[in-house]
């Protein structure tokens, strides 16, 4: 620049930054025009001959010196709102602005700066005790602490939580020259992106102010104008583009960015200042985006032929495809307004409903028209066919994988759980939240991506991603990349076409239980369960033999082509029996035996720890007729619609095993009933047997498992629990406590436990692939969802994930992304 | 012999018996005289010039014939008593003696033999309608096979089931020249022992007869004579001894006898046969033994020189060694007696008592001086002061190792568990078994080792090990040899005393939840689990402290000079509260509260699986005071001990760990503690931190934990139920028929399952040796006392193992066997 710092006659100003690896927008401090002192000042007036900038630059300094380097990294971070000293400076500034008569900080002339200047150095010594430092090397270090310093301020913090930016990283802290866009009509100052930010547009986008300093142009102070056309807003349309006052500079500007896009292979956020006649570019960064965007310049500049597919991939988190799927509570809309209570984000996008308290209200509203929100304690299998009927679940209690989140991200709904500041009353059909009432048929609206809930009726922005071709191109891309194949966890016909509609490539977990609580089975179930002999249990099988046979039929003709593993029954009896007494009564008449012998046998069935008692195929083993039955309902399903000419390839899961004697004590009933039948009706179809991998002894002894299984499926869920001895149930006593404390990095629930639970699955894999190196594996826990767990899945070498319909997309991508980062 | 199998002239007659690996005394099948023919009967007579011989011969050879080869080995295996072939012809010779008015079966002259062996062929014939075969080769094909056969048979293979014999096993087949002891007066035939199996003394011990065939001795048709004075008992001791009576033949067989046991090292089982004035030597092998006589044999073999300390521990199975340690129902009065059920053995030894429904009374009537036997349908920890009171324990429900099991093993006491066929009518305080009422304070006994329950007061053999020279020579011998160090879980000073006399070099477990159910300390308990703040929690712990304090300070004492682990609290704070509503409302007063606020504190500590809830290390981190109490307490009662010359080494042990984090949470708590009080009293005493590996995660990631725990325990109760997803409390719906269907080859709560619970203990050892080498491992589970468990163990180099004080010597016992083991 031909200045020198700190020099007398011929100084140099320096701006202090930082430089992280990764941009965290104003959640670090910057401190500009450092190197100002009694001498430079003088100097500098000689040197620029504009007394004005020299002070309106004072002023910035001080400002900003005093609260970035004097208060906030001095150990009084973040004072209580309005009492820091920036504020208090602001307020004097104010002040004599009013005095002034003035509008804009560009009103005042160079004898009000100087008294600014003034007044501020006097109030900074008055409340800091301390000067305002008069040296240019004092400044200096100063500022290059406080940024250092800023590293651990609260905001940085908070954001690094939620970005998952590691708190090792640390960062750079650039000093660099100073330019001035507030050196008068011929001087300006902006920002612009290389791409529309908001929905991804190839347009050079932008806004800039004549005579100011960058953070003019963030501040709102004026309003800034578009840099050309493309960039007018409702906002700013009357004022006058970049592009119109000053062309040349906009050509030079338009060059430039063009040439960083194409440098760095990305949209670029640039900084830019024109000091006079010179353009100066003061930053460039990788530009933050919305997942529209995101996904937009992905798939633009993969034709452009600016970017490899596999670098494509990366250019889309998980959580910006997420935006993309769920509709969601216009953004315009939720500005306005303060949620009444908060909860934990379980099932994504927005739900607008009003309020109802019971599954069975929830249902009779639905089928009269009424669009509910279904508001619990906690919700209970139940429940089921209510929050079907509901726009989105609230709960008070519960957690990220309690049965309402579950339930509701299998169906990509709307659901809130856990929020434990809202107070239930049941009885009288309203809840509080803080001073808040809302009744029976009140409206609410969630916001299950973030946990907001809101009273009133808010407006929903629905997606449309079946016509969106920027979505489907970005599928198109992380099909090509990506290795792991995806398919879904679906129970019903219409989940596996919503999942097939996403891109699934088969049902990786088909659960035969929830078919049970239609009100047209759940009697013959009930029967079943409390059969005193095997006699009695295969009639009552037999009542239900014909329903499966029909829910088989239908998710096996929905999955056409494609591969259905059935998981056979599972559950421990008893959720199947009623809690209530008066449904217990009812039952008791139903079945024609007496309360007392309903009562006993439901007492025989209790369990003191039921995930780890008669259930899975346990059940399978002890009642050898409930796994005929099952298979025999998914075989002439499977067999009829072979007649057909429709393709099907059902896989029968054994759940819950642990030991190779339990596998082949299923594999013969089971292989024997397809035998059977295929004969019966003359037809062959493909049918592999396999089983979960969710007791920590099946990933022990995989390997003598593999000889007779001839797929795994990891049941993570359960075996989160085992291997860390956490009943899902039960840890909201101790969990966030553990989160909190650092205990735990993360819920293993949410996410796979690399360390533990990922060294058993990788146990298993291997040894499973040691006796039958072809042996099919796959996850269908909740893990099969979240984009680092299928990351871990890439890396261990399993063939595919399964997750809820919804999830799918997010799959792709995240398999996608998994190749990439392996080559790393 | 100079004879030629079917030879008419010269015949020779053989014995086809079998020949198993491992002697299965009566199990087997055998059948003599093989041979005799229409041809060679006269052939014989003319060669021995003794017609009544043959044809007695030739009657023995017809019944074991149609029997064994005819009968049985065709599939009409072990008909019903009373109809089998043998049994009818027995009767014809009962009457055919009975109408010759003859005593003994040599009372029968030629003619009588002649025409019994007509009648038996005719019978034979019409039977098993097929005649007796007349054909040597025949003859000896058919007995080659039956033998083989027998190795099936219903008794062979319930023999195999109890003596842990292989069923692959298999058995060879000796075909053997007859000799005949049968020959006249001058012929004898006999069984003897080389020591007095009842005993173990050193002494020939044995039995013979005159004029017989060696089944006669077994069968008792006649009383056999003593061999020698030194066999000679109340039973036989008119009779002469075969010294007496042929003492050129007795010394020549003494000489045998020890050239036997000299060659096999070992107390052999021989049967001899005079044949007119030659003595053969039929048969040898290792003799059975009882416990006792087994302890004596092996101790006085290594002092004799004839075998070393490594093969004397092989003498005696761990059952043998038991047969030593209790009190035991006299078996001459069990002998007469059958029992009224039967349930698993759960506490060996005998116990008899009268009945008693519940704890309290069981207390109140011990108090009177009565001695009582608890039956309860179960047991909890409100229950242990009544089960400490009482003889025995019976209960209707529950596994080995139910909580009624754990507890009577942990004090040696007797104890059955899961009679189901006993039905408890608590509220008329009876119960019935079959047809018989035991009403509260009729007498009932126990065989505790059996699971043999009787009606009525059967005396009692105590065992007085303590002055058994044999005993503490053996248990010398097996601490000669054995490298794994045995401790004792024991929670009391008393326990551990006990366990001291019997050879515990230290305590592995010390629970002090125990300690809480005293009724002075349970109300503080209460107080701390029901406190609202840290404050209330703080001060109820404060009163604990002085019991827990005074425990320690016992224990600690009771092991001067060895180590003692006292394992913080585990349990879920629920089974602290009472469980009945007087109970309740009685606490509610007592803690000065609502009945409603502690019912609802209650609910608040409910959890769907207490097993993987609010236990262990998560209740010292969720309320660190609690753990801060505790080892407080332990601390300083360690410090006075030391100020008073008492040398402790205390182990602090952190429960159901799953991670790094969690230990060094607990660490830092219990170091401070550490530090603090030894600062405070000015003492120095060391004290390792350590943790339990029960978790299946702890196992995975022991090589962080390893970082800062300075022990390993397995507790491997949990680590079973967690590797297998089984709990304990609800397998009975599906383990019986696990076991019954060879599902599980054993009941993995009893016998350390190798395969996956197996193989996480060895990554744990592997992984936590990886980052602290000298890291002491030991086990704690109720494993620690299952003989292969202790194999195990010492496989996979553990430094310890820990069981209840009553099994130390087993578990010493176990050790040298691992060592011997492990060598081959």
């Known amino acids: ?229 493309e960039s007018s807003s409702e906002h700013n349309k009357t004022l006058k583009t970049l592009e119109e006052i000053m062309p040349k500079v906009y050509r030079e500007l338009f060059g430039y960015q063009k040439k960083l896009e194409n440098h760095y292979k990305d949209m670029q956020d640039i900084e830019f200042t024109r000091e006079n006649g010179r353009l100066f570019m003061l930053q460039c960064r990788i530009g933050k985006r919305n997942g529209p965007a995101a996904v937009r310049i992905a798939v633009d500049m993969v034709k452009e032929k600016l970017i490899t597919k596999e670098m494509a991939v990366m250019r889309v988190t998980p959580a910006q495809l997420d935006e993309l799927l769920h509709p969601m509570i216009d953004p315009k809309a939720e500005r306005e307004l303060k949620p009444i209570a908060k909860g934990l984000p379980a099932g994504p996008g927005g739900g607008v409903g009003m309020a109802v308290f019971t599954a069975d209200d929830a249902e009779k509203w639905a089928k009269e028209g009424s669009k509910v929100i279904l508001v619990r304690e906690e919700t209970s299998p139940e429940d089921v066919h209510g929050m079907h009927s509901s726009q989105g679940i609230l709960t008070a209690k519960g957690g990220m994988t309690s049965h309402a989140a579950l339930v509701a991200r299998g169906w990509g709904k709307c ?69 792991l194949r995806i398919r879904t966890n679906a129970d019903r016909p219409e989940d596996a076409a919503i999942a097939r509609r996403f891109g699934a490539e088969g049902i990786g977990l088909c659960r035969t239980e929830h078919m049970f609580f ?29 329903y499966q046979k029909e829910d088989f039929a239908g998710i096996l003709k929905a ?44 007492q025989k069935l209790h369990e003191l720890n039921p995930m780890l008692g008669l259930r899975g195929c346990r059940l399978g083993i002890t009642y050898p007729e409930i796994t005929e039955m099952q298979v025999q309902a998914v075989f002439e399903a499977a067999a009829e619609l072979t007649l057909t000419g429709v393709k099907v390839f059902p896989e029968v899961m054994v759940p819950l095993l642990g030991s190779q004697a339990e596998m082949k004590n299923q594999y013969v009933i089971i292989k024997a009933r397809l035998e059977e039948v295929q004969k019966r009706y003359k037809v062959k179809f493909h049918c592999m047997i396999g089983t979960m991998i969710e007791i920590p002894r099946a990933a022990l002894v995989a390997d003598s498992i593999a000889e007779i299984a001839e797929f795994f499926s990891y049941g993570t869920n359960d075996l989160t629990q085992m291997t860390f001895g956490f009943s899902r149930d039960d840890i909201g006593s101790f969990l966030p406590n553990y989160l909190e404390k650092g205990i735990l990095p993360k819920d293993p629930f949410q996410s796979i436990d690399r360390d533990g639970v990922g060294k058993l699955i990788s146990i298993g894999i291997e040894r499973g692939r040691s006796t039958r ?52």
């Open 1 to 229: 620049m031909g200045h020198r710092f700190g020099d007398p006659s011929n100084p140099l100003l320096v701006s202090v930054r930082s430089g992280a690896r990764k941009s965290m927008p104003g959640m670090m401090e910057t401190v500009l025009n450092v190197g100002l002192t009694k001498d430079t000042i003088s100097g500098l007036i000689k040197l620029t001959g504009n007394e004005r900038l020299v002070y309106d630059a004072y002023r910035r300094l001080i400002m900003m010196y005093s609260d970035v380097v004097m208060e906030k990294a001095r150990g009084q971070i973040e004072p209580e709102e309005g009492l820091g000293i920036r504020r208090q400076l602001e307020e004097i500034m104010d002040e004599v602005k009013k005095e002034k008569g003035c509008k804009n900080d560009t009103d005042l002339n160079v004898d009000d700066l100087k008294r600014l200047c003034g007044l501020f150095k006097e109030r900074v010594k008055n409340v800091l005790k301390k000067p305002f430092p008069d040296d240019a090397d004092e400044q200096l270090w100063g500022g290059i602490g406080a940024v250092f310093a800023s590293w651990n301020g609260k905001r940085a913090i908070a954001y690094r939580r939620i970005e998952g930016i590691a708190d090792e990283w640390g960062t750079a802290v650039n000093v660099q020259a100073m330019v001035f866009g507030n050196m008068g009509e011929t001087s300006a100052t902006g920002v612009a992106f290389t791409r529309d930010p908001g929905n991804g547009e190839n347009k050079f986008y932008g806004e800039y102010l004549v005579n100011a300093q960058g953070e003019d142009v963030v501040a709102g102070i004026r309003t800034p104008g578009p840099i050309n056309k």
């Open 415 to 483: 659901c809130i759980v856990g929020s434990s500041s809202i107070h239930i009353d049941e009885e009288n059909r309203r809840f509080t939240a803080g001073d808040t009432v809302v009744k029976e048929g009140d409206w609410i609206s969630l916001n299950g991506t973030k946990g907001n809930i809101y009273s009133g009726k808010l407006p929903l922005v629905e997606p449309d991603i079946e016509h969106d071709k920027y979505f489907k191109g970005f599928m198109k891309v992380c099909d090509d990349v990506r290795r």
């Open 518 to 546: 239609d009100p047209a089975r759940i009697k013959s179930m009930r029967k079943m369960i409390v059969a005193d002999t095997k006699g009695d249990r295969e009639k009552a099988l037999g009542e239900l033999l014909p």
């Open 559 to 602: 999955m056409e082509g494609l591969p259905v593993i059935i998981r056979l029954l599972d559950p421990p009896l008893h959720e199947f029996l009623p809690q209530e007494e008066s449904k217990k009564k009812e039952l008791a008449e139903e079945l024609g035996i007496s309360i007392e012998k309903l009562e006993a046998r439901m």
């Open 773 to 824: 190196p072809n042996l099919e594996i796959g996850i269908c826990g909740e893990h099969g969802g979240d984009p680092d767990s299928i990351k871990f899945c890439h890396s261990v070498g399993m063939d595919y994930v399964s997750c809820s319909p919804y999830r799918v997309p997010i799959a792709r991508l995240a398999a996608a992304q998994a190749v990439v980062e392996s080559k790393k």
